[in-house]
């Protein structure tokens, strides 16, 4: 059995509830806290120190909804919000000063991504992916 610090499974409960908040717009925080087994006060402590907002959320999940069924009703129920976390190569480290925090990019497409932290090499390395550029000739 893996024990998982506090923060850790702060993250994976954020990530279910955004998952949820998807199927249900209207959910609250308080009624999905209870029914998982998480204290609401620390939860809401650990959500402002992230700086992460449930209005926030509730308002892109409307938002993309109100945006999907304009554009195509059959995408309705499309997630828009994707959390990626990549294993950290312990034999490559990241310099602090290579270290890029809170990221917000809007593609030419559309697509909204928002990167919490990875260094600059990733990020390039991943617009690189999602251009095409990165991807491997297959000879």
Known sequence: MELQTADARHEKTWHQFLSELEKQPRLRLAAYLRSVHVKQRCFEKWLYGRGYSVHDAKSRVLKFRNESDTLDPSMSSAPSI?????????????????????????LPDGTMINIRRGSADAVVSFLKLYSGEGVPCSD
């Not at 190569?89 to 809170?102: A, H």
Request: include cysteine.
């Open 82 to 106: 994707l959390p990626v976390r990549l294993a950290s190569e312990p034999d490559v480290p990241i310099r602090p000063c290579d270290l890029l925090t809170g990221i917000s990019l809007t």
